[in-house]
């Protein structure tokens, strides 16, 4: 029946992303209230736990997709052209989303500092896929599609080491100690970094050049590989995932252009199953009855407090214009790395793992809700400004502003 959901769904988002194109409905939203709907909590046509294989296995692929997309979307050369401000909210935004997340966790929830701490880690990045409609609107300034473009495109790859090392502190990994788990990080890097590297040596010698048909086949053969290795050694699948995206797009940017929309859909694909599996895992007793009014307060200040704070110290002194800061500043939503690290933690066995998985979940649902029913209404905000969209040119874009604009899936899709 999963199955079948699934494609029922899928065709229906289809038929009506157009119409989501223009209007606050979400592609995303369907699957998560159809899965919600479908889930054991209501109709019982989709049966699922959260530690069956099928949630584990499906939500690890997934995010193995977004991690190897997400770096090919932010080469090395894309970063060097500009900089400036995606680094500021890298750099300096997502810690302190981070930290403002875990202070609030602590004094409103009560978490312990360490189970805070890694609350803050899971909701820190933003969901390259689910910006997509801001990104990919020419109204909306050049800067800021790219500030959104770049920040949640490499934010991913940047909290995955913090969520590690705080769930192995706080008893996640009891057969891995600092050392094994750094071993793993590092190792996950080096193999991200050298296998693309030699696969794209063979490609370019005369008799072993891939036919132009073919090209997307080569970042797929790629990615597969790195998989591959990475279970073989146990190196940390998901920083190879993303080592090896990055490396394609700076070493081979000719396959980054293939494979562009092949591996957007593919990724989209397996986003839109694990956000069903998701909604199917959510049950009315799990909003009503197992979170209480603070964790409510909480998942809402997430949103409203802890980015926009973050964002509003690091764009000082940046130029960009009020309207431009508030855009960035709301529009972070929380996605499907959150939704696999809060599984990561779920299936770790820590003390407080329901209670943060919980949290989790109600804050990437309040996002998804929030952030796909407003993206509309703030790009119609800059298209009645004129000057803005394409011709603001204060820093150079990458040609990937993300998925195309009729291909609608997440808060950023309204």
Same mark, same amino acid.
């Given at each position: 029946?999963?199955?079948?959901s699934?494609?029922?769904?899928l065709?229906?988002?289809?038929?009506?992303?157009?119409?989501?194109?223009?209007?606050?409905?979400?592609?995303?939203?369907?699957?998560?209230?159809?899965?919600? *709907? /479908?889930?054991?909590?209501? !109709? =019982? &046509? %989709?049966?699922?736990?959260?530690?069956?294989?099928? @949630?584990?296995? #499906?939500?690890?692929?997934?995010?193995?997709?977004?991690?190897?997309?997400?770096?090919?979307?932010?080469?090395?050369?894309?970063?060097?052209?500009?900089?400036?401000?995606?680094?500021?909210?890298?750099?300096?935004?997502?810690?302190?989303?981070?930290?403002?997340?875990?202070?609030?966790a602590?004094?409103?929830v009560?978490?312990?500092?360490?189970?805070?701490?890694?609350?803050?880690?899971?909701?820190?990045p933003?969901?390259?896929?689910?910006?997509?409609?801001?990104?990919?609107?020419?109204?909306?300034?050049?800067r800021?599609?790219?500030?959104?473009?770049?920040?949640?495109?490499?934010?991913?790859?940047?909290?995955?080491?913090?969520?590690?090392?705080?769930?192995?502190?706080?008893?996640?990994?009891?057969?891995?100690?600092g050392?094994? *788990? /750094?071993?793993?990080?590092? !190792? =996950? &890097? %080096?193999?991200?970094?050298?296998?693309?590297?030699? @696969?794209?040596? #063979?490609?370019?010698?005369?008799?072993?050049?891939?036919?132009?048909?073919?090209?997307?086949?080569?970042?797929?053969?790629?990615?597969?590989?790195?998989?591959?290795?990475?279970?073989?050694?146990?190196?940390?699948?998901f920083l190879?995932?993303?080592?090896?995206?990055?490396?394609?797009?700076?070493?081979g940017?000719?396959?980054r252009?293939?494979?562009?929309?092949?591996?957007?859909l593919?990724?989209?694909?397996?986003?839109?199953?694990a956000?069903?599996?998701?909604?199917?895992?959510?049950?009315?007793?799990?909003?009503?009855?197992?979170?209480?009014?603070?964790?409510?307060?909480?998942?809402?200040?997430?949103?409203?407090?802890?980015?926009?704070?973050?964002?509003?110290?690091?764009?000082?002194?940046?130029?960009?214009?009020?309207?431009?800061?508030?855009?960035a500043?709301?529009? =972070?939503?929380?996605?499907?790395?959150?939704?696999?690290?809060g599984?990561l933690v #779920?299936e770790?066995?820590?003390?407080?793992?329901?209670?943060?998985?919980?949290?989790?979940?109600?804050?990437?649902?309040?996002?998804?809700?929030?952030?796909?029913?407003?993206?509309?209404?703030?790009?119609?905000?800059?298209?009645?400004?004129?000057?803005?969209?394409?011709?603001?040119?204060?820093?150079?874009?990458?040609?990937?502003?993300?998925?195309?604009?009729?291909?609608?899936?997440?808060?950023?899709?309204?």
């Amino acid at each position: 029946m999963l199955l079948l959901s699934f494609a029922v769904l899928l065709l229906v988002a289809m038929l009506v992303s157009e119409r989501a194109h223009r209007t606050v409905l979400s592609t995303a939203v369907l699957f998560l209230v159809g899965g919600f *709907l /479908l889930g054991d909590g209501v !109709l =019982g &046509v %989709v049966d699922v736990e959260a530690g069956d294989p099928l @949630v584990s296995t #499906l939500a690890e692929l997934a995010l193995f997709s977004v991690l190897f997309t997400d770096g090919m979307r932010v080469g090395i050369r894309d970063l060097r052209r500009a900089w400036r401000l995606p680094g500021r909210a890298l750099l300096l935004g997502l810690p302190l989303t981070l930290a403002v997340t875990a202070v609030l966790a602590h004094y409103l929830v009560g978490l312990p500092w360490l189970e805070a701490f890694l609350l803050g880690a899971v909701l820190a990045p933003t969901d390259p896929v689910f910006a997509a409609a801001i990104v990919g609107r020419k109204e909306v300034p050049r800067r800021l599609r790219h500030l959104l473009n770049v920040e949640s495109g490499v934010n991913d790859g940047l909290a995955l080491p913090v969520v590690l090392v705080l769930l192995a502190a706080a008893g996640g990994r009891e057969d891995a100690n600092g050392w094994m *788990l /750094l071993e793993e990080i590092a !190792l =996950g &890097v %080096v193999v991200g970094v050298v296998v693309p590297l030699v @696969v794209l040596w #063979l490609e370019r010698r005369p008799f072993l050049m891939a036919t132009r048909a073919l090209q997307p086949l080569v970042a797929v053969s790629i990615g597969l590989l790195v998989l591959a290795v990475c279970q073989v050694t146990h190196a940390n699948l998901f920083l190879g995932a993303f080592a090896a995206g990055i490396t394609v797009a700076s070493a081979g940017p000719e396959l980054r252009h293939e494979f562009e929309q092949f591996g957007e859909l593919v990724t989209e694909l397996l986003k839109l199953a694990a956000i069903l599996v998701f909604g199917a895992l959510i049950t009315p007793d799990f909003l009503f009855e197992e979170i209480p009014w603070t964790g409510w307060v909480l998942a809402v200040m997430a949103l409203v407090v802890a980015r926009p704070l973050a964002l509003l110290v690091s764009f000082v002194r940046t130029g960009l214009s009020r309207k431009e800061q508030v855009a960035a500043m709301w529009f =972070g939503p929380k996605g499907f790395a959150s939704v696999v690290y809060g599984l990561l933690v #779920l299936e770790s066995g820590i003390a407080f793992a329901d209670q943060l998985f919980h949290l989790t979940a109600l804050v990437i649902v309040l996002s998804i809700l929030a952030h796909s029913s407003t993206d509309v209404l703030v790009a119609r905000q800059f298209a009645e400004e004129p000057g803005t969209g394409a011709s603001q040119e204060d820093e150079t874009v990458p040609t990937a502003d993300g998925f195309p604009p009729s291909m609608r899936s997440g808060p950023g899709d309204g």
